[in-house]
């Protein structure tokens, strides 16, 4: 395995890693409602961030986005939005199935289509399937969505050990919105492909290769925001249980903390993908589409890893535990593969 492969296939576990820890500092957060918790850490993570980095990375901000036709722009828009849309159906999904399995089959789905759409509407899949490398690599996403199952099934044992049940448990209304939501959650592996002229010309205005995807946040960033805040700033002249105001009216000193670790929050979750970024600079071109498989198991891996460190499991009995480690270790299994294949 190509020193290159390894470290594409690192900095995308470190991207999980933020990924699975961003919500840590939200939880921190009282007397908000959440949709004020959520604009305020979005408003950091869609648009204060990758408008500031990638200011500081081109060398004429203005003159880059003009450069680009509509033809680009609007899909790396649209898969943005399409994308937003998802994140917000991962709530009404757990709703109606359960944390674990809502989250386990959303993840489970949006990897596969998300992984293997681009190749499929790019002609290639035939020709993956074909070689032994793409043999090999399709061979890792079957294993990582079966780890991302095994983890999720050690998540509903841990639930049912605990008491923890849906909120209103409906598994028709459920399934349907996991499987909607898996789908429109893929929208940001097919942004990433779709802004690959975006790449292309980060690249000749002489940035970084690290850093040739972060430019194109700014789009694919700014469709997820208008549907997240929109969503929220919806919820919140409408919802008579929700106030802006009052969320704003509470002691200073909690204002300012509720403020600092929402953008917190915010910022951690940008990082992933700013280290995704930098993870799919270093996989081969001709397998980019494994980036999105790397990107959401290791999301389930370090989800699992996090959960044992901050004791979530603790007096859930041994079986819980030992499933979760078993998940863990075949999503690991799958990234080798993975890679294996894409070096043969």
């Known amino acids: 395995m ?24 939200m939880k921190k957060v009282s007397n908000w409602s959440w949709e004020t918790m959520w604009a305020v850490a979005g408003i950091f993570s869609w648009i204060l961030l990758p408008w500031s980095i990638s200011y500081w990375l081109l060398p004429d901000f203005g003159a880059y986005y003009s450069s680009f036709s509509s033809d680009i722009l ?9 994308w937003g849309i998802g994140n917000i159906g991962y709530g009404l999904t757990m709703r109606y199935l359960g944390m674990s399995m ?55 044992l841990k639930e049912k050990a605990i008491g923890v049940t849906a909120e209103e448990f409906n598994l028709k209304k459920g399934l349907a919105l996991a499987v909607m939501c898996g789908i429109f959650s893929a929208g940001m592996s097919f942004a990433m492909s779709a802004a690959t002229p975006m790449h292309e010309a980060a690249a000749n205005v002489g940035v970084d290769l690290l850093y040739v995807a972060l430019p194109s946040y700014v789009v694919i960033m700014g469709g ?44 951690m979750w940008y990082f992933q993908f700013f280290f995704y970024a930098w993870g799919h600079a270093n996989i081969p071109a001709d397998y980019g589409f494994i980036s999105w498989m790397l990107h959401m198991s290791f999301y389930v891996l370090c989800g699992g890893i996090v959960g044992l460190i901050l004791h979530e499991w603790k007096n859930t009995g041994k079986k819980p535990t030992r499933v979760l480690c078993i998940g863990c ?16």
């Open 102 to 156: 809502g989250i386990g089959i959303a993840i489970g789905i949006t990897l596969i289509i998300g992984t293997l759409m681009t190749p499929i509407i790019q002609g290639r899949f035939g020709e993956l399937l074909a070689s032994s490398g793409g043999q090999i690599t399709i061979t890792g996403v079957i294993v990582a969505v079966i780890g991302v199952a095994i983890v999720s099934y050690a998540g509903v």
């Open 329 to 344: 270790l075949v999503i690991v299994l799958a990234a080798n593969i993975v890679g294996l294949g894409m070096a043969n």
């Open 74 to 82: 609007l899909p790396v828009f649209l898969f943005g939005a399409m």
């Open 2 to 25: 190509g020193g290159s492969i390894l470290l594409g296939i690192f900095w995308h576990f470190v991207g999980a890693t933020s990924a699975a820890c961003f919500y840590a500092p």
């Open 224 to 267: 997820g925001a208008i549907i997240n805040l929109g969503f929220c700033i919806i919820r919140l002249m409408t919802r008579p249980e929700l106030s802006f105001k009052a969320d704003m009216s509470v002691a200073k000193g909690l204002l300012i903390s509720n403020a600092l670790f929402s953008a917190l929050g915010g910022i």
